[in-house]
């Protein structure tokens, strides 16, 4: 699909502008066109790129047929952005998926692409349709609406992943299960997607509010700037979750242990509690004694109740004996 929007001072915001007009259009440099191509097949976004607004067919094969973190790419009358938007997943099974969105920017004129929606688009869009200073002050000043609106959509996936990680911390301390393991490997996997994504993406803002471009003016390097500020912050606080999200895991083992060397503590106490009755009866089991041989009375109710004395008062005399020594 193909959505397009013209503004022209003195003049209402156009959209759905036929492609036929798109060159008279950029020759008026007064005007500002936004074109986004929003899951249209290549092989009718590439006639207009290359044919209408003449980009480089590399940049044009990076837009459309490569993958590629985020960079900026200066091409002397246009600039060429891969930026990513997140989503965060947490219904079935917890995951980050971003999406690609290939950006051109020029003296009149905004190219987007992408092959899935995107939600910062959508909030652009109709901001632009609402209200015109978001077209009245330039291209680049549309690209910063366009950026800042899709870091914006990360806070609140980054508050998702931090109610994830106090759930995590709970359940270490009190029920430490499997699936528990499971939501913590997940976590540290989403936090790390997401530094792949913010590193490289905080150096093209960076780019963009210092470095010297054709296409963007020096008065609106501030707005991306302020929008660097905020990747900065994201990147930290991402810092920040990662290292709790070791915290948890270091906890969480620490809980395993804990409970693994209970488990052992009691299966030793068990066995050292029994372990005279076992040799007692090892012992007088070993038929080195016989009732004939006149050691009769070994077999008497008197010496049968005398064993089990033992065996009874023997276990409970040494439990007495290890909870004074702080064992038990």
Request: one cysteine or more; hydrophobic letters at 45%; aromatic letters at 10%.
């Amino acid at each position: 699909m193909i959505r397009s929007l013209c503004s022209i001072p003195g003049e209402e915001v156009r959209s759905e502008i036929p492609i036929k007009e798109y060159a008279d259009i950029l020759k008026n440099p007064r005007a500002l066109l936004w074109i986004d191509f929003a899951g249209e097949p290549d092989e009718s976004a590439e006639p207009i790129l290359t044919g209408v607004f003449r980009f480089h067919p590399l940049a044009v094969d990076d837009a459309l047929q490569e993958t590629h973190v985020p960079k900026v790419d200066d091409w002397g009358e246009y600039i060429y952005l891969v930026l990513n938007a997140m989503v965060f997943n947490e219904n079935d099974g917890l995951s980050l998926t971003s999406k690609e969105l290939d950006v051109f920017l020029g003296k009149n004129y905004v190219i987007t692409h992408h092959d899935e929606p995107i939600s910062s688009i959508e909030k652009a869009r109709t901001a632009c349709l609402r209200d015109k200073r978001y077209t009245t002050n330039g291209p680049d000043h549309l690209l910063y609406k366009i950026i800042d609106d899709l870091i914006a959509d990360y806070m609140p996936m980054v508050e998702a992943i931090d109610g994830q990680i106090d759930r995590v911390e709970d359940e270490v301390l009190v029920k430490a299960a499997p699936d528990t393991l499971e939501r913590i490997f997940a976590l540290k996997r989403i936090l790390l997607s997401m530094r792949r994504i913010l590193t490289p993406q905080r150096e093209v803002l960076s780019k963009l509010a210092r470095d010297d471009y054709e296409v963007v003016d020096p008065k609106d390097r501030i707005f991306f700037r302020d929008v660097y500020d905020h990747l900065v912050r994201l990147h930290d606080i991402n810092e920040s979750m990662r290292d709790l999200v070791g915290g948890a895991l270091d906890t969480y083992l620490s809980v395993i242990n804990n409970r693994m060397n209970e488990v052992m503590k009691t299966l030793t106490i068990i066995t050292t509690l029994f372990m005279p009755v076992s040799f007692i009866t090892g012992f007088f089991g070993m038929n080195f004694f016989e009732p004939g041989g006149g050691l009769t009375n070994w077999t008497n109710t008197l010496a049968f109740g005398f064993a089990m004395a033992v065996f009874i008062c023997l276990p409970i005399g040494m439990l007495i004996w290890m909870k004074r020594r702080t064992w038990v």
